[in-house]
């Protein structure tokens, strides 16, 4: 049994573009703790290749970026919450350069080193900004430098949050955080946190799929945590999956940016045909769920591992200026894609569903938010705008900021937290156990709760997950908890969620699409899918 506690006033749990856009935005009285499962870096910001959108042309406008957002959100974005975001782009692109991420400038322009703007799925002008073709890189080394000089925000590394903890608020009634349960990886250790306000910022979930442009780390914590401690999540089902993977062997599933295809990049079959005309009037720039589905109808029907994304046509000096990362990566796999087309696959890419939040990123729970990828906000709708997901972390970091601020001055805090008890566990001797459901649970979610979904592959996917819980929670109550465990824990809490959502919306919309009702209902599905863990 383990008493050690540690007191902050706000603990953040994850540090990519949403906690650290939190942190950074807090007042530097406030004491911060921060919370990353591996090193700071290793999260979904990092690995974003694309860029931030925000309208900073002056043929481009506000309402331009609002109705892309809506139109590919399929009929589910909530107005308000967009005409928030679009509204913030340029002030939130003058933050990050105000913390010294440098951007892409058009070296063609003399005017003030005017940034660089590309095009990409869904946008009907240039308006994304982006540091060469690693704007994640940029956006997470920049916040990382600004978060080591600041006094007031201690860095947790190797550190997983096995649970949240809540109690009843004297004053409301209501569910409130105080903290939460914490492992240190490399001391094997389980101490406790105590916090009136604590920040779910852990990202997605796409790691449940066996196929992923995701890093490891992204396992659905947050989600499976705040639906654990009592919260609503809501839109599960729209998984959204990067069309344009590398397919190859040992390229895990590396992303080939959307921005390929934003400057010139075709979509080919093995016989060098372009077939996305044939699936939508915008061609190789549809949104990404029209994209991704016109490559699994093609794989299938034809019997190939791969369709090509081909930007040869273009000047290899425009493509190692403009990609230079991307060549770099590529030609390390064998390709040149100055000279020849990249075999690429779908993989899931990102999580549209999440913790239910106000437009202040708070949950059901008095004094727990949830900001980024592990939130609903009610911006992505249907499925996701490419590159309007830092501009969202960034913003509801932002308009957390605010709301944790004033919480803060009349919060209730708890005393003490009730010790993780242990002493009636022992350590597993077959952690075999974990690596096979994990397999298993990975393999039959891109199976059954894919690009493609039926009502029989969805149910087959639910009775197996049942099964995987069971085994789980007769796991966690006899042995000692690891890393993998926890993570195997949360994944399956969020493919169940996934699930369960896919099943009640019997309707294809954005990124949910089923055989069994091809066409999209308005009268009885444009709304969002809302789970209650009450009910």
Same mark, same amino acid.
């Given at each position: ?28 009285? =406030? ?74 400038? /058009? ?7 005017? #940034? ?32 080591? /000089?600041?006094?007031?925000?201690? =860095? ?78 809501? /839109? ?29 990049? #075709? ?47 273009? @000047? ?14 590529? #030609? ?27 437009? /202040? ?6 004094? #727990?938010?949830?900001?980024?990828? @592990? ?78 979904? @039926? ?9 197996? =997950? ?26 399956? @809490?969020?493919?169940?969620? =996934? ?37």
């Amino acid at each position: 049994m383990s008493d050690n506690t540690f007191s902050y006033d706000v603990i953040i749990i994850g540090s990519g573009a949403a906690g650290m856009g939190l942190a950074l935005s807090l007042p530097s009285h =406030i004491q911060i703790a921060i919370l990353s499962k591996l090193n700071m870096s290793e999260g979904s910001t990092y690995y974003a290749q694309g860029g931030i959108s925000a309208v900073l042309d002056d043929a481009d406008s506000l309402d331009s970026h609002r109705i892309d957002t809506i139109r590919a959100g399929a009929g589910l974005c909530h107005d308000d919450i967009v005409e928030l975001v679009v509204s913030h782009g340029k002030a939130s692109i003058d933050w990050l350069m105000a913390n010294n991420v440098q951007f892409s400038t /058009n070296k063609n322009i003399r005017s003030n080193n005017k #940034l660089h703007l590309t095009k990409e799925g869904g946008h009907s002008y240039r308006r994304v900004v982006h540091a060469d073709d690693s704007t994640g890189r940029a956006v997470q080394t920049a916040l990382n430098e600004q978060i080591l /000089n600041q006094s007031n925000i201690k =860095i947790f590394e190797h550190h997983n949050v096995i649970d949240l903890v809540t109690s009843k608020d004297k004053k409301t009634g209501k569910k409130r955080v105080t903290g939460c349960y914490v492992l240190d990886t490399k001391k094997d250790v389980i101490f406790n946190m105590k916090s009136p306000c604590v920040t779910l910022a852990t990202g997605g979930a796409s790691k449940v799929y066996l196929y992923t442009s995701n890093p490891d780390v992204s396992t659905g914590d947050g989600i499976a945590m705040a639906w654990r401690a009592g919260c609503r999540v809501a /839109n599960m089902e729209f998984m959204q999956f990067h069309p344009t993977c590398l397919f190859h062997p040992e390229a895990k599933s590396f992303l080939i940016s959307e921005a390929v295809r934003g400057e010139g990049g #075709l979509l080919l079959l093995p016989d060098g045909t372009r077939f996305m005309p044939n699936f939508d009037k915008r061609a190789e720039l549809a949104p990404r769920d029209i994209v991704a589905r016109a490559i699994d109808h093609e794989m299938k029907r034809l019997g190939i591992p791969s369709v090509f994304l081909d930007i040869s046509h273009r @000047t290899a000096k425009f493509t190692k200026s403009h990609f230079p990362m991307l060549n770099e990566r590529c #030609l390390s796999f064998g390709f040149d894609m100055t000279k020849d087309p990249l075999p690429v696959v779908p993989a899931a890419h990102y999580t549209c569903g999440g913790v239910m939040t106000d437009r /202040n990123g708070l949950t059901d729970i008095t004094g #727990l938010y949830a900001v980024g990828e @592990t939130a609903f906000t009610g911006l992505h709708g249907a499925n996701r705008m490419a590159s309007n997901s830092i501009l969202e972390c960034l913003v509801f970091a932002k308009q957390a900021s605010i709301d944790i601020t004033k919480f803060l001055e009349g919060a209730e805090r708890s005393s003490r937290i009730k010790a993780w008890d242990d002493s009636k566990v022992i350590n597993s001797d077959e952690a075999i156990v974990v690596s096979h459901n994990w397999a298993e649970l990975r393999q039959f979610m891109w199976d059954y709760v894919g690009i493609v979904r @039926t009502t029989k592959r969805l149910q087959r996917a639910k009775h197996r =997950i049942t099964l995987l819980k069971q085994e789980i929670e007769d796991y966690y109550s006899h042995f000692h908890v690891t890393s993998d465990f926890l993570e195997l824990r949360n994944l399956v @809490t969020t493919a169940e969620l =996934i699930i369960d959502s896919a099943l009640l919306r019997k309707e294809s919309r954005g990124l949910h699409y089923t055989l069994d009702y091809p066409n999209t209902d308005d009268k009885n599905f444009k709304k969002d899918t809302v789970l209650n863990p009450s009910k």
